[in-house]
């Protein structure tokens, strides 16, 4: 699977975590609730759950606490 509109945040141990992706290119129109982590240092990817709802042309903000803020920032299909 190309990742096209998958959004990474570096988070406070180095790792990066990656939530969605989606491709509006053809007629299969594809968006993920996928979230996982990337350990660069170990070259591996972990599943840590699903996003609520899937995105695409998304944003994500590490907060102070730890926690990454992910939010929307155009419609899902906005080439319907």
């Known amino acids: 699977v190309r990742l096209s509109q998958a959004l990474g945040a570096a988070l406070r141990d180095g790792s990066v975590l990656i939530v969605g992706d989606?491709?509006?290119d053809g007629p299969s129109k594809t968006v993920w609730?996928?979230?996982e982590v990337h350990d660069p240092s170990a070259g591996k990817f972990t599943p840590v759950g699903s996003l609520s709802e899937a995105r695409y042309k998304h944003a994500a903000v590490p907060l102070a606490d730890g926690k990454v803020l992910v939010a929307?920032?155009?419609p899902l299909f906005p080439y319907n």
């Open 72 to 74: 929307v920032t155009c």
């Open 33 to 35: 609730r996928t979230a």
């Open 22 to 24: 989606g491709s509006c």
